[in-house]
């Protein structure tokens, strides 16, 4: 990732799931906020998705290219 980067840019902003996640129940489109960034070894971002209707907040830990910007 390179400083022009929209998830460089914004390290706190939203982005949005490229793929699905079945294990931690979630689905490509849903839309995160990053929490905090990771560089070594490789890039990867951990985002807080809203909660679904059992009410528990989701966090995952993401590589660069399981997201996008929102």
Do not use: H
Request: proline share 10%; glycine share 8%.
């Amino acid at each position: 990732m390179d400083a022009e980067s929209p998830l460089f840019a914004s390290p706190t902003g939203r982005v949005r799931l490229q793929v699905s996640v079945p294990e931690l129940e979630l689905e490509a489109g849903e839309v995160g906020r990053i929490i905090s960034a990771w560089f070594y070894p490789n890039t990867a971002y951990e985002v807080e998705f809203p909660a679904k209707p059992n009410g528990c907040i989701r966090r995952a830990l993401l590589l660069e290219n399981q997201i996008g910007p929102n």
